[in-house]
T-cell receptor, first 114, second 113 residues
Framework: GESVGLHLPTLSVQEGDNSIINCAYS??????FIWYKQESGKGPQFIID?????DKRQGQRVTVLLNKTVKHLSLQIAATQPGDSAVYFC?????????????FGAGTTVTVRA | ETGVTQSPTHLIKTRGQQVTLRCSSQ?????VSWYQQALGQGPQFIFQ???????GRGNFPPRFSGLQFPNYSSELNVNALELDDSALYLC????????????FGSGTQLSVL
């Protein structure tokens, strides 16, 4: 399953399918974005990051897309596996002079069906 | 495992008390940030320390304070605890004050009764 353009709090995906997780960010001046995965009882785990001067970045089985026009970020996971079941958060970082602010999105719970 | 360790893992306090949470950053990292995560929500940024100086702060009252030591470990202090302070407190470290590629610990679960 996939969701395009809309943030959903939950996403159920068939094993082997591709997943798309969406995130809307709030500050047009944010210049750095990160996707995190959080499993139950653990801290968030870094997945992939992207700077504001890019619109796409690929990692191993993951791709992040950034659309600054509509302040939208997405994470695509290829060939979703049971180990991908977790809560996924996007984070935006605003940096100016000595000021630093990081904001996390609401999170999407991904459940992978066998 | 990220190499970021937090202590204690669980803590129970009563309203009005004070608490100190501790974090050891990953080797080589000079920046530490702290987050509050309520159940079912995303982490909320409290503040960040870079080379022992606070260089960013979220929307938390002054009763949330911190320290970073010369070895880059850190403490989060919360005074006059309130029931709403019950949450998972996460620490993250990174290589620079720019806060990139944060590596998180497993957190301290604080319960305020």
């Amino acid at each position: 399953g996939e969701s395009v353009g809309l943030h959903l709090p939950t996403l159920s995906v068939q094993e082997g399918d591709n997943s798309i997780i969406n995130c809307a960010y709030s500050n047009s001046a944010s210049d750095y974005f990160i996707w995190y995965k959080q499993e139950s009882g653990k801290g968030p785990q870094f997945i992939i990051d992207i700077r504001s001067n890019m619109d796409k970045r690929q990692g191993q089985r993951v791709t992040v897309l950034l659309n600054k026009t509509v302040k939208h970020l997405s994470l695509q996971i290829a060939a979703t596996q049971p180990g991908d079941s977790a809560v996924y958060f996007c984070a935006e970082i605003f940096r100016y002079s000595n000021d630093y602010k990081l904001s996390f999105g609401a999170g999407t719970t991904v459940t992978v069906r066998a | 495992e990220t190499g970021v360790t937090q202590s204690p893992t669980h803590l129970i306090k009563t309203r009005g008390q004070q608490v100190t949470l501790r974090c050891s950053s990953q080797s080589g990292h000079n920046t530490v940030s702290w987050y509050q995560q309520a159940l079912g929500q995303g982490p909320q940024f409290i503040f960040q320390y870079y080379r022992e100086e606070e260089n960013g702060r979220g929307n938390f009252p002054p009763r949330f304070s911190g320290l970073q030591f010369p070895n880059y470990s850190s403490e989060l202090n919360v005074n006059a605890l309130e029931l709403d302070d019950s949450a998972l407190y996460l620490c993250a470290s990174s290589l620079s004050g720019l806060g990139e590629k944060l590596f998180f610990g497993s957190g301290t679960q604080l319960s305020v009764l």
